[in-house]
């Protein structure tokens, strides 16, 4: 089976295989940035008594997570440029598809991680005089991140993977990158193994690292 | 939006209608059958990775991690371009030639496996989540291992894990989509396809978004049905991550 | 120093509380009793204004606490109260859970704050503690910092649900003791709890609630000679088994 691995191929292609990794990375940190951002305002919305506010919150959210990431890509990719009015990258389509869609997943993260505290906390300091908002800095938010955080980063590690799907719009990205010396070169085998394998020990690694920190640090 | 033609009717015309429905039929087709496979394989698994031999345990942890850590798309295209040139010289030739729907059956492998593993993390998060307690007091009046499992673990496991199934098996729905990337004629290709022909992007693509809510919701409502009939008094669902 | 006046609340239909009046004189301890769902713990948590209630008057040293205008974390900051699960803050020191309110709320500097949680600890016992986190403090232990933790506010008033309800046997001594020795000391108090041992040491009045109301209101030689009331004799019977 070995046989018919070549290396050499491989090696030629590893700098265009390494800038489509930078896109890929690119792509991820901004995503996960923004969609971290969104998604805490998308999550305040939703835990203030504002009516309208908390349903239009579930609805994007609810709406956003009943449809495939691959049809969420395509929306943003045709639509961004004929919104916006002139013609845009396809980088930053699909930038504000992957932000718009992970928002909702981190939302509702961020959501879980605050209303998961017992409610006699709140209370408890709430009975010594506290204010809300001093209640909601000094005893709420600190126990809710500790908490939140290794499930926003195994979120992270999922986004990290989803960009491969810019492969629909064309966007050079790890695997596009790989996928196009494959056609070239007819050489699919050494070019997905590789990929596979790159993917496999950096998730891996990812989730055992948040796994660790869980551990570590969890309340 | 200024300068666009907005042009629902001819959703309704040949052959785009036809295209919808089909795309839609087989999405459906292609995630059942997918969940068909999914569910009793990751049953399998997800009970390995509680087992009391470490050697079954690891076998079960050696699944989920390989199929969680490869993007599904990379499995996809590994699934049809790498594995069956790395067949045996006669199997490839009829995977390669003569089997019928290759792409089909290619895409419904690739996302009846990797589904498995996520129902596995859900089975397994199920069967820890009963107190050890249930083991034990179980174990004490005389059942056998198996027994233990399917009289008391997997009746109780499997209604408290009903939530996060169904959203898994709506995952599985939505991961349909990439069977695009092969060749599978779903539905969010299909709207692509229509959008290639028609430019009616919008109206094409707001078509395939309102049937995937639809089932999403119908999905949901029937669940929750299934959920409450079977909910025992004083358990509460849990779920993997 | 504390009047609840035909207080009642109401979920949907369902009432919670049932018109209930009482009155705490300052130094007074009153326990408060019931069997469960009576809306003890609802009651009591009235008083300092975190459970809304539907109808009446409640005034403490004055303050009428379902006025809009009061200013509640004022007026909570100067009573003091103890949860059936201690609730101390699980990502802070037992020092840092005793100075954070005063710090943030009575605005006292660091050097003052902490002072007053060894002082607080010390008559506690619980010196050697100060700087550990409450996962690492048994029950009994993690209860008798909550109390300091409220105490640290120089509260005219404590109010207690429940506190020895979450404890292992061994470790509800230690925290009663502490209690008792603050009613000695002429604590105001309100105490919803089972320890009847409690009551009959150094609680002044007992009242007994069922479904919502108050059923009984009596000092304390009264209740436990002679109960007027068949529900509060029942209660008894059961309670004083062991």
């Known amino acids: 089976m070995f046989s018919v691995f070549d290396v050499a191929v491989l090696q030629r292609a590893l700098p265009f295989l390494w800038n489509g990794m930078r896109l890929t990375l690119q792509l991820t940190t901004m995503a996960v940035a923004g969609g971290l951002a969104l998604g805490l305002v998308l999550a305040v919305m939703r835990l203030s008594s504002v009516r309208p506010l908390t349903w239009l919150v579930a609805a994007y959210v609810n709406f956003l997570r009943s449809m495939p990431l691959i049809l969420v890509i395509f929306w943003f990719y045709t639509l961004v440029p004929k919104i916006i009015g002139r013609s845009v990258s396809g980088f930053d389509s699909v930038l504000i598809a992957f ?69 629909v719009v064309g966007l050079r990205d790890f695997l596009t990158s790989a996928d196009i010396v494959a056609s070239r070169d007819n050489r699919p085998i050494e070019m997905y193994l590789t990929v596979a394998l790159v993917f496999l020990i950096i998730c891996f690694s990812a989730s055992r690292l948040v796994n660790k920190l869980r551990r570590r640090y969890a309340l | 939006m200024g300068g666009y033609n907005w042009n629902w009717p001819i959703l309704l015309k040949d052959p785009y209608f036809g295209w919808i429905v089909s795309g839609f039929g087989n999405t459906w087709l292609l995630a059942v059958l997918a969940w068909a496979i999914a569910f009793p394989l990751g049953s399998v698994v997800g009970i390995l990775r509680t087992a009391d031999s470490r ?49 089909f059956i290619t895409a419904l492998i690739c996302l009846g496996l990797y589904s498995a593993s996520r129902v596995a993390e859900q089975v397994r998060s199920g069967i820890e989540a009963i107190p050890q307690g249930q083991r034990f007091a179980a174990m004490a009046i005389g059942l056998t291992p198996v027994q233990v ?81 079977s909910r025992i008094a004083g358990t509460i669902a849990v779920g993997a991550q | 120093m504390i009047t609840l006046s035909h207080v009642s609340k109401w979920y949907g239909s369902f009432r919670v509380l049932d018109d209930c009046s009482m009155a705490i004189a300052k130094g007074e301890v009153v326990v408060i009793c019931g069997p469960s769902g009576s809306g003890k713990s609802t009651l009591i948590k009235c008083i300092n204004g975190l459970e809304p209630f539907s109808k009446g008057h409640i005034t403490v040293d004055g303050i009428s606490v379902g006025d809009k205008s009061t200013n509640l974390p004022k007026l909570r900051s100067r009573i003091g109260m103890v949860f059936q699960n201690f609730e101390l803050f699980p990502h802070m020191t037992a020092t840092d859970n005793i100075v954070l309110a005063q710090q943030k709320v009575l605005n006292r500097d660091r050097a003052t704050a902490r002072a007053k949680s060894e002082e607080l600890l010390a008559r506690m016992g619980l010196s050697e503690h100060a700087q550990k986190y409450p996962s690492q403090l048994s029950g009994g232990q993690q209860q008798r910092v909550a109390i300091a933790r409220a105490l640290a506010m120089d509260p005219i008033a404590m109010l207690f649900d429940e506190p020895t309800s979450a404890l292992d046997p061994e470790m509800i001594t230690e925290v009663l003791d502490v ?17 009847m041992g409690f009551a009959r040491k150094v609680a002044h009045r007992v009242v007994f609630m069922d479904q919502g109301a108050i059923v009984e209101d009596a000092p304390k030689e009264e209740f436990f000679g002679t109960p007027r009331s068949e529900r509060a004799q029942l209660f008894l019977s059961k309670i004083l088994q062991h």
């Not at chain 2, 991690?65 to 067949?87: A, C, D, S, T």
């Not at chain 2, 009903?162 to 729905?173: A, E």
């Open chain 2, 55 to 103: 050697a079954l345990r690891l076998i079960g942890t050696a699944y989920v991690e390989l199929f969680r850590n490869i993007p599904l798309l990379v499995q996809m295209f590994l699934w049809y371009y790498v594995v069956p040139e790395l067949l045996p010289a006669d199997w490839g030739r009829w995977v390669k030639r003569e089997m019928p729907y290759p792409q």
């Open chain 2, 149 to 229: 499992y399917r009289y008391v673990l997997i009746p109780v496991a499997y209604r408290i894990i009903v939530p996060p199934l169904t959203s898994d098996f709506l995952g599985v729905f939505k991961n349909s989509s990439l069977a695009l990337t092969i060749g599978v004629l779903e539905l969010t290709s299909q709207a692509r396809q229509i959008e290639e022909y028609t430019f009616a992007a919008f109206e094409a693509f707001a078509t395939a978004t309102v049937l995937y809510c639809l089932v999403t919701g119908l999905v949901i409502v029937l669940m929750r049905g299934v959920e409450k009939r």
């Open chain 1, 99 to 167: 932000i718009m869609f992970e928002a909702a997943y981190y939302s509702e993260i961020i959501r879980a991680g605050i209303s998961s505290l017992r409610r006699d906390q709140i209370s408890a300091a709430l009975a010594l005089g506290l204010t809300r908002i001093q209640a909601m800095r000094y005893v709420v938010l600190p126990q809710a991140i500790r908490n939140m955080i290794p499930v926003l980063l195994t979120q992270s590690i999922v986004m990290f993977q989803d960009t491969s799907l810019v492969y």
């Open chain 3, 179 to 195: 209690m008792v020795q603050l009613a000695l000391d002429g604590m105001t108090m309100a105490v919803v709890t089972h320890e």
